[in-house]
């Protein structure tokens, strides 16, 4: 079972429609599926005349581009595992990559290669694959070119790794997940039906693994010309060229993104009038956000999507009723969709900060879990969701069993309400706990949210103060209107029992996850302020 095995039908069913469009290189940047997959071989050749084979790690350092998708179809094929990392990673995860994973081959560009040179874990690999010009001690990937493709896809067991990515764990620790060969093939027959995908569609790919799902279903891939050494969500522009020139059915972008998007399209005064499939992919998508991608596609079908790494569960704007608006506004939490239905969800007592024991049996585990409408910590059980880290060392465990299944612990807190619909509350370490009961600060940002005053808030324990912190979206001072508006929303919140307000012109987020709020340096500009 090799993922490998998967792209390869699309060669035979579609050989000739696109795959990739790459803006970059215009008129060249139509790649087809049989074009794609016959660069792949033959990188396959040029690895393995290197002396990579199955087994190894090699470190994908490249820019979203055909390039990108050949060389890991290539490791694919090799059996060898990609660790994927961003080309403008920072130092430290670079370092923390390559020592915990030990590639044994880098694929990148020359410049990162010159830029990584005072990286001691980096200088240590030893084969070094570079895209574009090369150095006499590099090797150019292109001497691939001229090489006889290499037609064996290595048969791999279904629970050989296949990436390793790495994302943000409990506390802010980076940490690093390996997926299978399974796991891909699982995940993209999920997200099919989440996604509603229809091959021959056009979509914007702004995300490596979202691209490599389109080349398993048959869907051409989109690559705006995106800018190196600049952060992917301020870059709208290369966006918008791409909609107008190609005219995409579909979109699946981060929150921050879609926002800067929008404002962008807003100041052009024109629409993603193409685009008839929106997805909104990260955690929270507050209500305002669904209305707001509205204005800018009021034809096109918006959802939101829960789960930072799999879709755990999805929500239509159009599904959203007004007693739904009505709840969250008083305080009952964000709305984010049924649960996917290939997985099992519960709801356990909140005990976030310990281990949980291991249940003998289904019918135990399902004594102790919460009835409909009371809120506890949410956790998962399904083939497609990841259960192994490397590196839990000093991190919470994330996973328990129940008789000889494994469930895996979210970290967020939520209850199901009576149509079987998953209701998010936030994560369980960020509940308040004092005199006045429990509360999260999501349903208090949730409940604000329908403000059009406000542009943002934090809602924190601050000098043991529920305390809520408010930037206004008016930034001209006007006295009058603030007060005004804040008067509005603390009456709107008498059930959060609000003890401090306190007004910043900016709440500040944090660099590397823009929608999570900096605390440390909000706590610092409260207490300047006093």
């Not at 997959?37 to 690895?47: P, Q, S």
């Not at 995106?226 to 952060?231: A, I, V, Y």
């Not at 059980?381 to 895996?408: C, K, S, Y």
Request: charged share 25%; net charge neutral; glycine share 6%.
């Amino acid at each position: 079972m090799n993922i490998a095995e998967i792209l390869h039908k699309q060669v035979e069913e579609t050989p000739e429609t696109p795959a990739i469009l790459e803006m970059r290189r215009g008129a060249r940047g139509r790649v087809s599926f049989a074009e794609l997959e016959l660069r792949a071989r033959r990188g396959v050749t040029l690895l393995r005349q290197q002396g990579m084979q199955r087994g190894d790690t090699i470190l994908l350092m490249l820019p979203l581009s055909t390039d990108f998708y050949v060389a890991l179809i290539a490791i694919f094929r090799l059996g060898a595992i990609a660790l994927i990392l961003d080309p403008d990673a920072q130092s430290d995860e670079l370092d923390r990559a390559s020592t915990l994973c030990r590639p044994k081959a880098v694929i990148t560009t020359p410049k990162n290669l010159i830029w990584r040179f005072f990286s001691r874990a980096f200088r240590k690999i030893s084969l070094k694959f570079t895209v574009g010009f090369s150095l006499p001690t590099l090797i150019s990937w292109q001497r691939a070119q001229p090489l006889e493709p290499d037609p064996k896809i290595t048969e791999v067991e279904p629970e050989t790794p296949a990436v390793i990515v790495s994302t943000v764990g409990l506390y802010e620790q980076l940490k690093f997940i390996e997926l299978t060969h399974e796991h891909l093939i699982l995940q993209q027959k999920s997200l099919s039906e989440i996604l509603l995908t229809h091959p021959g569609e056009i979509d914007i790919t702004l995300q490596p693994l979202l691209g490599l799902i389109n080349i398993g279903l048959g869907l051409t891939s989109l690559l705006p010309k995106f800018k190196t050494k600049q952060p992917l969500i301020h870059q709208t522009k290369p966006i918008i060229d791409a909609v107008n020139k190609y005219h995409p059915n579909r979109i699946a972008a981060s929150p921050t993104l879609l926002e800067n998007l929008i404002e962008a399209l807003i100041k052009k005064r024109e629409l993603l009038t193409p685009a008839y499939k929106i997805f909104i992919w990260g955690t929270p998508v507050l209500p305002s956000l669904l209305n707001q991608v509205n204005q800018i596609a009021p034809q096109a079908e918006i959802i939101a999507i829960y789960g930072e790494t799999a879709a755990i569960a999805s929500l239509s704007r159009r599904e959203i009723e007004a007693n739904d608006v009505s709840q969250m506004q008083r305080g009952k939490g964000l709305l984010v969709g049924k649960p996917a239905p290939d997985i099992q969800l519960r709801i356990i007592p909140n005990q976030w900060g310990a281990p949980v024991a291991p249940y003998q049996n289904q019918a135990e585990f399902e004594a102790t879990c919460r009835p409909l409408a009371e809120p506890g910590e949410i956790v998962l059980q399904g083939d497609r969701f990841i259960t192994r880290t490397l590196n839990e060392l000093g991190d919470e465990p994330m996973n328990f069993r129940v008789g000889e299944q494994q469930w895996h612990r979210t970290g967020d807190a939520g209850y199901l309400d009576s149509q079987g619909r998953l209701w998010l509350l936030g994560p369980c370490q960020d509940c308040l706990q004092d005199k006045f009961g429990v509360i999260y600060p999501l349903t208090v940002e949730c409940a604000v949210d329908y403000n059009r005053e406000v542009q943002r808030i934090a809602f924190f324990s601050y000098r043991y103060q529920r305390t809520l912190v408010v930037e206004m979206a008016d930034k001209s001072g006007d006295r009058t209107l603030s007060q005004r508006s804040l008067s509005s929303v603390l009456e709107s919140l008498q059930w959060a029992n609000v003890e401090a307000l306190r007004v910043v012109e900016k709440i500040p987020m944090e660099k590397r996850y823009p929608r999570r709020v900096d605390r440390v340096a909000l706590e610092r500009i409260l207490d300047e302020q006093d």
